[in-house]
């Protein structure tokens, strides 16, 4: 079970890329701004994730800092997904990511 919430983690954290990429590629005004927004919106939560959450990150904050930027990451996705009309698959990510959230203090894979 532990094995199976580290892999939604990782599915999610995927998915966190391709909201933000999609709700960026959606709200941009012209076409060639559309590719620039959905980059440069998984480049920030790539670089989000990367310097403060990730296992190996320099910068890797404590709890409960880096819960908060968990939830940010999450709910923002969550938050992509609706504005760009896709409620069912928002309301399946964020149900998901809190259980998963919830699974890592259940199961102590939290980590240092």
Known sequence: MRDLNLGLRFLLELGALGAVAAWG???APRPLLSWIFAILGAALVALVWGAFVAPKAGARLD?????LVEIAVFGGATLALVGIGRVRYALVYGV???LSLVLMFVFRQRGA
Do not use: Q
Request: charged letters at 20%; zero cysteines; proline letters at 9%.
């Open 25 to 27: 590629y959606f709200v």
């Open 63 to 67: 709890d409960p800092w880096r819960l």
């Open 96 to 98: 998901a990511s809190a």
